[in-house]
């Protein structure tokens, strides 16, 4: 039987402002072959609502729309890569169970888990999944707390290797090279952690806010796709618009406080 594929749909980037988050996270279709001859259409995070008509019009590229996705995994419930849930009115919703659990009460330190966070996803049947779920033939849930209490990536057997699907358990190839997440709203030692295991594990990362890459032995990244990324309606030459070249990350830890779910 063939082996599964993983195709990007939207782009995640590492874009800061001045004036507020982008936040556009990577949204990736899986499609496994299944033994009855069918495809099973993974769709792993959704992106935020201000992406939902460039998200329809990437489905409807490779011939297909949102209706036709039948699982959706959402790798943790930060408001960037929830929020465009409503669009996939046919698929089984899947997270992690910690995950379901802590959004019933974030800590006051997690400005990417809104007090509505549980309201939107109360309206759809949202089914618990823990590490070795198998959604598909070759596709696989892995555990990778620490940037949020139960955070979960999609691992997939490809004919390019190991493909795992990180979501912000590596948001891009800086925290992978680092072996250090820079952006943590629970538990930094858990997240840390949780970087090296899914670089381990896997040929190819598909991160939550990059391109994605391989890391060669030494560390080095390899790109897989282009970078594209377009501003409107703004000019190089505009007055106040400013470029902060800085390649380094500025890590932001706001962990939540000891026994918070206990």
Request: hydrophobic letters at 40%; proline letters at 7%; aromatic letters at 6%.
């Amino acid at each position: 039987m063939p082996k599964p594929t993983v195709h990007t749909l939207l782009h995640g980037y590492q874009v800061e402002s001045t004036v507020g988050d982008i936040a556009f996270c990577s949204v990736t279709l899986i499609e496994a072959p299944d033994p009855a001859g069918g495809l099973r259409r993974i769709v792993v995070d959704t992106g935020h609502f201000g992406r939902g008509v460039v998200l329809r019009r990437a489905l409807a590229a490779r011939g297909i729309s949102a209706s036709d996705i039948d699982v959706l995994l959402l790798t943790h419930a930060h408001w960037d890569h929830v929020q465009g849930i409503e669009h996939f009115d046919n698929a089984v919703v899947v997270a992690h169970p910690r995950e379901l659990d802590y959004i019933s009460n974030p800590h006051s330190g997690d400005h990417a888990t809104p007090a509505w966070t549980k309201a939107v996803l109360d309206r759809y049947d949202v089914r618990s999944v823990t590490e070795g779920h198998d959604l598909a033939p070759g596709v696989s849930v892995v555990e990778a707390p620490g940037h949020s209490p139960g955070t979960i990536a999609a691992c997939v057997d490809t004919d390019d290797g190991i493909v795992v699907v990180t979501g912000d358990a590596i948001q891009n190839a800086m925290v992978a090279q680092q072996r250090r997440n820079a952006l943590v709203f629970w538990n930094e030692e858990q997240a840390n952690r949780s970087v090296g295991k899914l670089v381990d594990l896997s040929d190819v990362v598909r991160p939550g806010h990059d391109q994605p890459f391989r890391l060669s032995a030494a560390g080095e990244v390899e790109y897989l796709e282009e970078f594209s990324f377009g501003l409107r309606r703004v000019l190089p030459d505009t007055p106040g618009l400013t470029f902060d070249l800085q390649p380094e990350l500025t890590p932001h830890i706001a962990e939540a406080p000891p026994g918070w779910m206990d």
